[in-house]
């Protein structure tokens, strides 16, 4: 059984592009959320979307944005790209009424902005 | 949101069964204490969750006193690969929130 696919594994991108990032969940769940890990801290939060919409939000700018399709699978963009989003990105799925069971994480998309 | 206190860093070898302490003196009522692992260039891997007393998987165990204020995770005769980050997360089990992470180092 896959867990959770995430691609490209690897990306590099200029500054003020935009770039996207694409998540299949494991099967059977229906949550997304995206992480965001700078080298040598823990990830952090950005969003989780459910049924298709958005339902919590971290403290990352509007640049940030995302969406979830009916198979459940998930995109995060983020647009005007700076330096300092040059992070590795996390996508973990989760089945909503057994969240408490923990979260399957992927292996992230490497991105870099030059 | 329970903040969380855990050591930076702990060195181990293999065999030994190592402990990890993580402080939450504000954890809340309905929140669960939650571990994971993680390896470099990996995703965060799920270890092992509780709420209260002691809980253990085929991976480890994690002991909670009764006041919920500290929990410690302990991994049982560890080999190499068991280096890694270990994240004790408390609070809202929909938006994890981690922190720095204890890198654990076994040595040979």
């Known amino acids: 059984d896959a867990g959770v696919t995430q691609s490209p594994t690897h990306l590099i991108k200029t500054r003020g592009q935009q770039v996207t990032l694409r998540c299949s969940p494991k099967s059977g769940h229906d949550t997304v959320s995206w992480y965001q890990q700078a080298l040598g801290q823990g990830p952090q939060f950005i969003f989780q979307?459910?049924?298709?919409?958005?339902?919590q939000r971290g403290n990352f700018p509007d640049r940030f944005s995302g969406h979830q399709f009916p198979n459940y699978s998930s995109e995060l963009n983020v647009n005007a790209l700076l330096l300092g989003d040059s992070a590795l990105y996390l996508c973990?799925?989760?089945?909503?009424?057994?969240?408490?069971?923990?979260?399957?994480f992927g292996s992230g998309t490497r991105l870099t902005v030059v | 949101l329970a903040k969380t206190t855990q050591p930076i860093s702990m060195d181990s070898y293999e065999g030994q069964e190592v402990n990890i302490t993580c402080s939450h003196n504000?954890?809340?009522?309905?929140?669960?204490i939650t571990w994971y692992q993680q390896f470099p260039s990996q995703g965060p891997r799920f270890i092992i969750q509780?709420?209260?007393t002691k809980v253990t998987n085929e991976v480890a165990s994690l002991f909670i006193p009764a006041d919920r204020k500290s929990s410690t995770l302990s991994l049982p005769r560890v080999s190499l690969s068991d280096t890694a980050v270990y994240y004790c997360l408390v609070g809202d089990i929909y938006k994890l929130s981690f922190g720095a992470g204890t890198t654990v180092t076994v040595r040979a």
């Open positions: 509780g709420y209260k």
């Open positions: 973990a799925s989760s089945p909503m009424d057994r969240a408490n069971y923990g979260y399957t």
């Open positions: 504000n954890i809340a009522t309905n929140d669960y």
């Open positions: 979307y459910y049924e298709e919409e958005e339902r």
